[in-house]
């Protein structure tokens, strides 16, 4: 059965302080690995997709990279907008490619 | 370009009772998918529709739940009878093809049964 796990479940940050939340995950045939954010009260926010080993996406001061088993969010500088929860999904062959299997999310909170 | 719409926000419903949950995707989007995530939990795919078809229902729960997508626009989930056990938030995805595998949520609808 396909799994993904996020560490840590919660991680509170001084302003500046760059860090990292991974994703493991076991799957059939991977697809496609996605990050998304989701502030309270809202839907999950689209932020990345990896589809292989060694490759690296950013945005502003995220950073994300793929291994054959894990995944990592690399936080630079975090700001206080940044606290959120990060969430992790996989697409894999063995559930057909389309559904996304999330991971529970790393609550993150950036404090001034 | 408007996102995924989600209606109602909240709905709050006695056991037994009917409830139907409305999405409308990102016009566009062949792509629509339901998913759940219940108190503490992940959240966890229901189903997918391409178009007007169900490509995927192997996430639904129960025969308590039916999901149409008719015209291939927006799409309805209703839960009838509702259990406590239901209670949740329930996101609406979609995407724009097979070979584009972003997936756009809606802000969800909080579900509680009570």
């Known amino acids: 059965e396909d799994q993904v796990t996020q560490s840590p479940e919660a991680l509170r940050l001084q302003e500046g302080e760059s860090s990292s939340l991974n994703c493991s995950y076991t799957v059939s045939g991977l697809r496609g690995l996605f990050w998304y954010r989701q502030d309270p009260g809202k839907g999950p926010e689209f932020l990345f997709t990896l589809y292989s080993a060694g490759e690296e996406k950013e945005k502003e001061r995220l950073k994300a990279t793929l291994t054959k088993k894990e995944s990592f969010l690399h936080i630079t500088a975090p700001k206080p907008e940044d606290s959120a929860t990060y969430l992790c999904?996989?697409?894999?062959?063995?559930?057909?490619?389309?559904?996304?299997?999330f991971g529970t999310g790393t609550r993150l909170l950036v404090s001034p | 370009e408007a996102g995924v719409t989600q209606f109602p926000s909240h709905s709050v419903i006695e056991k037994g009772q009917t409830v139907t949950l409305r999405c409308d995707p990102i016009s566009g989007h062949d792509n629509l998918y339901w998913y759940r995530r219940v108190m503490g939990k992940e959240i966890k795919f229901l189903l997918h529709?391409?178009?007007?078809?169900?490509?995927?229902e192997s996430g639904m729960p129960n025969n308590r739940f039916l999901a149409e997508r008719t015209g291939g626009t927006y799409s309805t989930l209703k839960v009838q009878p509702a259990e406590l056990e239901d209670s949740g938030v329930y996101f609406c995805?979609?995407?724009?093809?097979?070979?584009?595998?972003?997936?756009?949520f809606g802000p969800g609808t909080r579900l509680t049964v009570l």
């Open positions: 529709f391409v178009k007007e078809s169900k490509q995927d």
């Open positions: 999904a996989v697409q894999a062959r063995s559930t057909g490619f389309q559904k996304l299997v």
């Open positions: 995805a979609s995407s724009q093809d097979l070979g584009h595998n972003e997936q756009f």
